[in-house]
């Protein structure tokens, strides 16, 4: 912290309430199932726009101008996505009650690409987004929190933390689309409002109602490291694994989830039996489909089948993404509410009082991707950004993946110290993977 404390100074921080108050109808939001079992944390995002960009609307100068802009239209945005401007009354419910986001405008005393490509990878989140915030509590908190980092060169970044209490990497999407949409053209008119589900879809099914505390996560040590994957060389990624495997089309999620579950899995000290749990937005598998715009924890989880270091030919590549396709064409067959996996998980591991994956008898590695969401494409007004980045997470053996701006892929790994000193040398991995900032 002595280091990010040094390189940054705030400018101000203020408390942005909706432009319009939230009916009384609305004043209780309730959770669906994953809502309640998540820890009352933030999503953390941010994105960079360099100086060339922010220039061409707001050059130098008329900074103050840019903030005013994000402040009008965060108002705006929490006009529409009321329950990230109320509190948690407790862990099943939100008051929406316009209490506000918390918003910061800050000056960091570095250029951008020295924090991008800081060795210590904890720098670009200390300085690009509010103290505490990512990955943070949200119990004492506002639900949404955004801040407005300067850099010495005249770039910026835009960073937001929602409670993921509210809602998924979906959800936060239509957000940051919506915000960036109003901040464009704060007379523009929101396409597709968002629908709330509550706990409509995914409701508790204890018999004593909703749970009364989240299935906790305990923070583990663990470093975090991110690789670019180019479009050229997912291209070539994808032709190997075809031709390896007989899978038509592997998608890029799949060969780079492969790629990277099987190195990390190659790197433990201790080898044992091991599985790849993957999240999944559930909204068009729901019957008949939610819209796109749907807001909640819709999620579920599918799993690779486990497998055991002492059979390593059934733990190749073409293996592993061949079980991954066949997995996640099995939530096809399935009765996606009934049956879904991540809720059955979350109701073991709240009777037991084991956190979530822990029963498995193996060690479990874990992804999300964001893939499917084009935050890389995000325009306030001055361009995309030339890197949109989800912050570092505390949980090891957990992966996040994100698209950048040329249809490439970074993934953000986290492993133990031992461990990740083992996969960031893989020359598997390196062969089509480089080290963010190396290129």
Not at 115 to 139: E, M
Request: a neutral charge.
């Amino acid at each position: 912290m002595g280091v990010a404390s040094r390189l940054l100074s705030t400018i101000s921080k203020k408390t942005i309430k909706p432009f319009s108050p939230t009916p009384s109808t609305q004043r209780l939001h309730k959770l669906c199932l994953p809502g309640q079992a998540f820890t009352p944390n933030h999503i953390p995002l941010v994105f960079f726009y360099p100086k060339q960009q922010v220039d061409t609307i707001f050059p130098n100068g008329h900074k103050q101008q840019l903030s005013k802009f994000l402040e009008i239209s965060l108002s705006k945005t929490l006009t529409c996505y009321y329950p990230w401007a109320g509190r948690l009354k407790d862990n099943a419910t939100v008051e929406c009650n316009d209490v506000g986001a918390e918003y910061f405008e800050v000056q960091i005393n570095s250029s951008m690409d020295e924090v991008l490509h800081h060795s210590d990878s904890r720098i670009k989140d200390l300085v690009t987004f509010p103290q505490g915030a990512p990955w943070g509590s949200c119990t004492d908190r506002a639900l949404a929190i955004a801040q407005l980092s300067h850099f010495e060169c005249g770039g910026i970044a835009i960073s937001i933390c929602l409670s993921h209490k509210v809602g998924d990497g979906c959800s936060c999407y239509w957000f940051l689309r919506d915000w960036a949409s109003l901040t464009r053209d704060p007379n523009t008119k929101i396409a597709s409002s968002p629908y709330f589900v509550e706990d409509s879809i995914i409701p508790s099914p204890l018999p004593d109602g909703p749970l009364v505390s989240p299935v906790s996560k305990k923070k583990q040590e663990c470093i975090e490291k991110t690789f670019d994957f180019s479009a050229l060389k997912l291209s070539a990624l994808k032709a190997f694994v075809e031709a390896e495997s007989g899978v038509q089309n592997p998608t890029r999620n799949e060969v780079v989830n492969a790629l990277v579950y099987k190195c990390a899995a190659n790197a433990a000290s201790i080898h044992q039996s091991h599985q790849l749990v993957q999240y999944s937005n559930i909204r068009q598998s729901v019957s008949p489909p939610l819209p796109p715009t749907s807001i909640g924890n819709l999620l579920t989880v599918f799993s690779t089948p486990i497998y055991s270091s002492s059979r390593e030919g059934d733990f190749n590549l073409s293996k592993v993404v061949s079980d991954i396709r066949n997995s996640k064409q099995k939530l096809l067959s399935i009765d996606i509410i009934k049956e879904n996996e991540w809720a059955l998980e979350i109701l073991n591991a709240y009777k037991t009082g084991k956190g979530t994956f822990q029963q498995r008898n193996c060690d479990v590695y874990v992804c999300t991707s964001l893939c499917q969401f084009p935050f890389q494409d995000l325009d306030f007004g001055w361009g995309k950004p030339s890197r949109a980045r989800l912050g570092g997470h505390f949980i090891s053996k957990y992966f996040s993946l994100i698209s950048t701006h040329d249809r490439g892929i970074q993934a953000s790994v986290h492993l133990n110290e031992q461990q990740m000193s083992v996969f960031e040398k893989d020359e598997h991995l390196l062969r089509f993977a480089t080290p963010t900032g190396q290129d």
